[in-house]
T-cell receptor, first 112, second 113 residues
Framework: QKEVEQNSGPLSVPEGAIASLNCTYS??????FFWYRQYSGKSPELIMS????GDKEDGRFTAQLNKASQYVSLLIRDSQPSDSATYLC????????????FGTGTKLQVIP | EAQVTQNPRYLITVTGKKLTVTCSQN?????MSWYRQDPGLGLRQIYY???????DKGDVPEGYKVSRKEKRNFPLILESPSPNQTSLYFC????????????FGPGTRLTVT
């Protein structure tokens, strides 16, 4: 079982719709969760970080964390063509571990 | 401007010829890390460093070396590159460790023939 799993996609949504991206992780001691966006040929850039169960909102983006079910999701409201990119989920474990594990990413396509 | 820089951006080399990819950050970050990105495998951590003279292995350290003699620099060394090290490499830094957001450099595309 992979430490961090994402559906590779592509996930296609029409412009203006809500895009829902999911990520599951295997290690229950994980404590820090990140969503990065990566445009083709570019480096990853942080979208959201979340550390506690529940929702965290930032503009059109909402991150949701459920530690009991070991999943973290990213919702993008009012999706725009400029949101078309690959979204990477990253996880860091607790207890002083400094390794960061990334999922393979979900490719999102927003159709105008 | 706060940034992570990498050099070179593109490199084509031959098997066995030692090379170094440099990484530098100007944000006074304690944590620096190297990743490789391959199709279907995503970003995989090679090595990371919590501070000067403190480094540790990530998930795929074989064939790589690192050093952290200064806080701002974290070079990646391939002493005897092989074709399976052909990849896109990213350097990243964060304020204090893996639980903080990371800032990525622009990437280095390495081809080993």
């Amino acid at each position: 079982q992979k430490e961090v799993e994402q559906n590779s996609g592509p996930l296609s949504v029409p412009e203006g719709a809500i895009a829902s991206l999911n990520c599951t992780y295997s290690d229950r001691v994980s404590q820090s969760f990140f969503w990065y966006r990566q445009y083709s040929g570019k480096s990853p850039e942080l979208i959201m970080s979340i550390y506690s169960n529940g929702d965290k909102e930032d503009g059109r983006f909402t991150a949701q964390l459920n530690k009991a079910s070991q999943y973290v999701s990213l919702l993008i409201r009012d999706s725009q063509p400029s949101d078309s990119a690959t979204y990477l989920c990253a996880v860091n474990k607790a207890g002083g571990y400094q390794k960061v594990t990334f999922g393979t990413g979900t490719k999102l396509q927003v159709i105008p | 401007e706060a940034q992570v820089t990498q050099n070179p951006r593109y490199l084509i080399t031959v098997t066995g010829k030692k090379l170094t990819v440099t990484c530098s950050q100007n944000m006074n970050h304690e944590y620096m890390s190297w990743y490789r990105q391959d199709p279907g495998l995503g970003l995989r951590q090679i090595y990371y460093s919590m501070n000067v003279e403190v480094t540790d292995k990530g998930d795929v350290p074989e064939g790589y070396k690192v050093s952290r003699k200064e806080k701002r620099n974290f070079p990646l060394i391939l002493e005897s590159p092989s074709p399976n090290q052909t990849s896109l490499y990213f350097c990243a830094s964060s304020l204090q460790g893996g639980s903080y957001e990371q800032y990525f450099g622009p990437g280095t595309r390495l081809t080993v023939t």
